[in-house]
């Protein structure tokens, strides 16, 4: 699976958007990129994944570059309780197929009053 | 409303004593994962099985041991505690074929060896 590089940290203000970039460069073309979050050492939670199109649901958007490597995880308007660490994982899938998930250090995101 | 469940949520216990971690799911997933994570650290794939009587090793290196007996029980099994085992042990669930969700976790244990 291709590597991630996303930034150790950031600050958003509450109600603001939150922006989180990842670089995944060298990313193939059937490669999802996935978005996962932990709350205070809670269990990871899945929050959205695409492979080329722009995807939205109802926690956040993820847009996707046209050439695929990089993408920005946005949380529209940010809460206390988005105050996170923020995983961007690339990966294969090929249906019936067996995968891992590998979690990098992701990106604490911590939202202010 | 959780669907994998992790027991005990907190477990102190003393150095040599030998102890189980469960997981149990109730979604009918095939595949089941057990990672570690130390505070403020990133998280380890130290288990995982595609189906009952599958286990493999997982990325990191553990003296633990697991078993899948049934599809929704994984439970890691550490048979002599040393206080190197302290950390937080996350069991995940996943189906086959299915690219969206990708993983559900549980709450977590948190281990403590003294």
């Known amino acids: 699976d291709a590597k991630t590089t996303q930034p150790t940290s950031m600050d958003c203000a509450e109600g603001r958007a939150a922006n989180l970039p990842c670089n995944h460069s060298?990313?193939?073309?059937?490669?999802?990129v996935y978005w996962y979050r932990q709350i205070h050492s809670q269990g990871p939670q899945y929050i959205i994944h695409g492979l080329k199109n722009n995807e939205t649901n109802e926690m956040a958007s993820l847009i996707i570059t046209e050439d695929r490597k990089s993408s920005t995880l946005i949380l529209p308007h940010a809460t206390l309780r988005d105050t996170a660490v923020y995983y961007c994982i690339v990966r294969a899938f090929s249906g019936g197929s067996n995968y891992k998930l590998t979690f990098g250090k992701g990106t604490l995101l911590t939202v202010n009053p | 409303e959780a669907d994998i469940y992790q027991t005990p949520r907190y477990l102190v216990i003393g150095t040599g004593k030998k102890i189980t971690l469960e997981c149990s799911q109730t979604?009918?997933?095939?595949?089941m994962y057990w990672y570690q994570q130390d505070p403020g650290m990133e998280l380890h794939l130290i288990h995982y099985s595609y189906g009952v009587n599958s286990t493999e090793k997982g990325d990191l290196s553990s003296e633990s041991t697991v078993s899948r007996i049934r599809t929704e029980h994984f439970p890691l099994t550490l048979e002599s505690a040393r206080p190197s085992h302290t950390s937080q042990y996350l069991c995940a669930s996943s189906e086959t074929d299915r690219a969206n969700y990708g993983y559900t976790f549980g709450s977590g244990t948190r281990l403590t060896v003294v």
């Open positions: 060298t990313i193939s073309g059937n490669e999802y």
């Open positions: 979604m009918g997933h095939d595949k």
